[in-house]
């Protein structure tokens, strides 16, 4: 875990916390939250990230202990899984524009239940956890994209049918990309390796 | 031009869980394989147990037999790429305990629930039983495809998280370097370059077969969220086809390892080689759609593209390995012994068994021969005299006493026993095919009943042979696990 100078780390967190302010804006929330796409595929990724990165922020012996007192990293990427899915639910959506208390709810669980768990569980995981989390969460995006777009009637009382049809295309095509992108990352960079051919051993 | 010798590696015994695979793929074949003898039985009149009966044992032959292909080929692959690269012991056995998982919920489905609807699982057939299965049963099949799909994706990423590690990135692993500049000699080894390609397109095509379960499982219970007929068709055949052939790709790498101890000469991943393994990558993808040529409302320009890439994937892996196999063994002073007889039989069953489907890829021939008894003679012969039989040659070699012990008599009548009665049993099928028989159970004419009665009784053989396959292997199988020389050495080599 590579340490980032305090300076530097302060200044980035202060980035963080005036893009977390500008997103609960009231104008900015307003348009954001104007559109499905831009509620479900803006807003919320980027509180998440929020999340994500203001945890790598923390000092590396802060995150150890984090993560120890949480159990590892299962019990947090299963918490991550459960709160990501509550608020890809339209009811979770409506309910945020229609009730402030859900609405708070919403710019604290996802920075604090979804960013910040994946961030203390993400380097422990390996890549085979992570690639799990990867493909699980590209073929969620892509069903749920799906659903958006086969379901017979409007999912949300706050959006229209067209505001649905836009968000799932939207998904489905986004699921592509990040699927294209994670495996393309496969093709290039590493380390150059010794004789290709050598036997590992037993 | 890079020059190639043979170096000599060590033979190492197979892990306990590379034996489990094994066992598991042996047992579950041999079940498999009465299941299509009842299933030939019944259509020959010798037997009756009714059209549902008939589906239900086809339903389990397919899933089953592509799942125990599946796990066999996976079983090769991961016994000689550990020789490579680091692998993790425990996913390989989560995704065999995954797999009987799967497996449980499938047999349940069927035997239980009685879903019969195909391993195709084409939508909307599950759904729309007509109260022959309820939705649950049909759910839990599906379930456990997702269970299984499950498994292999965790084995996958853990070969992709090896490979990474030792070659820094696929495409390192596929020898691009060597294929596109210059050719060094140190492409990696013919074993990585598949595990790799098999990685890539089976991630791919488990992705897509994880999405279109899924959909198919919310529409099963809320059928208000409808899907596209033709684009669940299109998922479920682009996963389905990517995931059988990648079964083949993986178990020909003991091909490309065994064979050339018994040589005592290099597979080459030259040029050849590379390009050809890179092309399969893409065209495994794009192939998919010369299943689907009868099917006219599929967009055409799918069809023109499952036609010409059905055409274009026949050659590459296959000609360059077939090639390779002739060229490694032509005047090698070989010692032909069951493994090695059996590996070498192997290509000419995977080349003969594509032949039929390249045939039925021509868009005209396939109007009247795709629902023919032509299909499953193609994926028969492909499967059983090319997938499996590489399998029991890599059974064979791994329970070889020593590298001087001389098969017995029985073993040998059982090879060709093995052979003749696998080409008798394909060949009804090709022939069936060829007299327009159809592929449906339904309409089964009297004047059809004579090919199924051959089909049945070369079915027996197989099955007779393939036992003492089997029963050989798991009476070796305490000989497996250890590191000795298995591979005679070639009387060119120690002239």
């Not at chain 2, 045939?359 to 499996?388: A, E, K, R």
């Amino acid at each position: 875990m590579t340490a980032i100078a305090p300076d530097r780390a302060r200044i980035r967190f202060c980035a963080l916390g005036a893009l977390y302010l500008l997103l609960a804006a009231p104008p900015v929330r307003s348009w954001l939250e104007a559109t499905m796409s831009g509620h479900m595929l803006v807003q919320i990724p980027l509180l998440a990230a929020i999340g994500f990165a203001a945890c790598r922020l923390l000092v590396a012996h802060h995150q150890e202990r984090l993560l120890a007192i949480a159990g590892g990293p299962i019990p947090l990427v299963v918490v991550a899984l459960f709160a990501s899915s509550w608020w890809m639910l339209p009811r979770a959506l409506d309910d945020a524009l229609a009730h402030p208390l859900v609405e708070v709810a919403k710019f604290v669980s996802l920075p604090a239940l979804v960013g910040v768990p994946l961030a203390l569980a993400w380097r422990r995981l390996g890549i085979i956890g992570r690639g799990f989390v990867w493909t699980n969460f590209i073929s969620m995006l892509a069903v749920l994209g799906w659903l958006y777009l086969a379901a017979p009637q409007r999912l949300c009382n706050s959006y229209l049918v067209d505001q649905q049809e836009s968000a799932g295309w939207l998904m489905v095509k986004l699921a592509l990309l990040l699927f294209a992108a994670w495996l393309g990352h496969l093709f290039v960079g590493g380390p150059p390796v010794g004789n290709p051919r050598a036997v590992h051993g037993p | 031009m890079a020059t190639y010798t043979y170096e000599h590696t060590p033979d190492h015994g197979a892990k306990a869980g590379v034996l489990a695979y094994l066992a598991t793929s042996a047992a579950v074949l041999l079940l498999m394989m009465v299941f299509g003898l009842l299933m030939r039985l019944e259509q020959a009149q010798w037997i009756s147990i009714g059209a549902d009966r008939f589906y239900e044992l086809m339903t389990l032959h397919g899933a089953g037999m592509v799942g125990i292909a599946a796990i066999a080929g996976a079983s090769v692959m991961w016994h000689f790429l550990r020789q490579y690269v680091d692998l993790s012991s425990r996913i390989f056995i989560a995704n065999l305990v995954l797999f009987l998982a799967g497996v449980v919920m499938i047999l349940g489905s069927v035997l239980i629930g009685h879903f019969h609807g195909a391993w195709t699982f084409l939508f909307p057939l599950p759904g729309k039983s007509m109260g022959m299965w309820s939705p649950g049963a049909a759910a839990l099949f599906m379930g456990g495809l997702l269970v299984i799909g499950v498994g292999f994706l965790l084995l996958h990423l853990d070969i992709a998280r090896a490979i990474v590690a030792r070659y820094g990135n696929f495409a390192r692993a596929l020898g691009w370097p060597q294929l596109f500049g210059h050719d060094d000699g140190k492409a990696p080894p013919p074993t990585v370059v598949a595990s790799a390609m098999v990685t890539i397109v089976n991630v791919i095509g488990l992705v897509v077969g994880a999405s279109i379960l899924t959909m198919m499982l919310v529409n099963l219970y809320v059928p208000g969220f409808d899907i596209d007929p033709l684009l669940a068709k299109g998922m479920i055949y682009f996963f389905g086809h990517i995931f059988i052939n990648a079964t083949i790709y993986m178990a020909v790498i003991a091909v490309y390892e065994i064979l050339p101890r018994y040589t005592q000469r290099p597979w080459k991943s030259n040029k050849v080689f590379l390009a050809s393994w890179t092309a399969s990558t893409l065209m495994v993808m794009f192939i998919f759609p010369h299943h689907l040529l009868m099917d006219f409302a599929f967009p055409k320009w799918m069809l023109v593209m499952g036609h010409v890439i059905g055409y274009l994937n026949t050659v590459p892996i296959l000609v360059v390995t077939g090639y390779g196999a002739l060229m490694i063994v032509y005047r090698s002073g070989i010692r032909w012994d069951m493994a090695s007889k059996l590996l070498f039989l192997s290509l000419f069953g995977w080349a003969a068994g594509a032949m039929p489907a390249f045939i039925d890829g021509t868009i005209t021939v396939n109007y009247v021969m795709h629902n023919t008894l032509w299909v499953p003679g193609h994926f028969h012969t492909y499967l059983l005299l090319g997938m499996v039989t590489m399998v029991f040659g890599f059974m064979y070699y791994l329970g070889k006493p020593d590298h001087e012990a001389d098969d017995r008599l029985l073993d040998r009548i059982a090879f060709w026993l093995f052979t003749s009665s696998v080409l008798g049993f394909t060949l009804s099928f090709l022939y069936s095919g060829k007299e327009s028989v159809a592929r449906r159970y339904a309409a089964h004419l009297p004047e059809w009943v004579p090919y199924d009665r051959i089909g049945a009784v070369f079915a027996m053989l197989v099955i007779a042979s393939s036992l003492l396959f089997i029963v050989r292997f798991f009476s070796r199988i305490g000989l497996a696990r250890h590191d000795y020389q298995r591979a005679p050495v070639a009387r060119a080599a120690t002239a």
